[in-house]
T-cell receptor
Framework: AQSVTQLDSQVPVFEEAPVELRCNYS??????LFWYVQYPNQGLQLLLK??????LVESINGFEAEFNKSQTSFHLRKPSVHISDTAEYFC?????????????FGQGTRLTINP | NAGVMQNPRHLVRRRGQEARLRCSPM?????VYWYRQLPEEGLKFMVY????????ESGMPKERFSAEFPKEGPSILRIQQVVRGDSAAYFC????????????FGPGTRLTVT
């Protein structure tokens, strides 16, 4: 079984400041890792994913996440946030085994950007 | 290419009524997942379906909840005799093939039980 822990339920930051949203997971098998973003009253959008290869993955809007196998972490970072980044961010994993698998989500981190 | 469609977006039911939530996957996707998001919580997996088959229902409550994905038409999540604790956002996701790990989410149905 898998579990995901997002250590911060809320993260307030000022506009243009850097931010890190933390994510740790537990799994007895290898996993794929994902970050999803949920804007108010909307569904989830895939922000970025780690499937294989380079452990540093980037999104088109400036976010990046690094897979650290030894620390079982997949923290999300952005060097300079914008008001439009205000949203809830969910870390998720799915096991790398035959066939499609359910996603296991963390509790979410609410990112609030203050002007 | 239209995304995952869910309807209705908002649904209000009185205790004891039935709720039917519909999900049309993205074109070309044959795998559907249902997740539930309770207030102030993350998403919890409920059920995974392919056309005419339930693959994994380990997250479904044992009673009152059922899901189907018929050969034709949308996937349906059905909740019978709703209770206040069923109030939540229900999200559907789809993926194209069995080995694709990415899932694409719909906008959700927000169920309120009064």
């Amino acid at each position: 079984a898998q579990s995901v822990t997002q250590l911060d339920s809320q993260v307030p930051v000022f506009e243009e400041a850097p931010v890190e949203l933390r994510c740790n997971y537990s799994s007895s098998v290898s996993v794929y890792l994902f970050w999803y973003v949920q804007y108010p009253n909307q569904g989830l959008q895939l922000l970025l994913k780690y499937l294989s290869g380079s452990t540093l993955v980037e999104s088109i809007n400036g976010f990046e996440a690094e897979f650290n196998k030894s620390q079982t972490s997949f923290h999300l970072r952005k060097p300079s946030v914008h008001i439009s980044d205000t949203a809830e961010y969910f870390c998720a994993v799915s096991p790398i085994i035959q066939g499609a698998q359910k996603l296991v989500f963390g509790q979410g981190t609410r990112l609030t950007i203050n002007p | 290419n239209a995304g995952v469609m869910q309807n209705p977006r908002h649904l209000v039911r009185r205790r004891g009524q039935e709720a039917r939530l519909r999900c049309s996957p993205m074109k070309g996707h044959s795998h559907v997942y249902w997740y539930r998001q309770l207030p102030e919580e993350g998403l919890k997996f409920m059920v995974y379906l392919q056309k005419e088959n339930i693959i994994d229902e380990s997250g479904m409550p044992k009673e009152r909840f059922s899901a189907e994905f018929p050969k034709e038409g949308p996937s349906i999540l059905r909740i019978q005799q709703v209770v206040r604790g069923d109030s939540a956002a229900y999200f559907c996701a789809s993926s194209p093939v069995s080995k694709s790990p990415e899932q694409y989410f719909g906008p959700g149905t927000r169920l309120t039980v009064t």
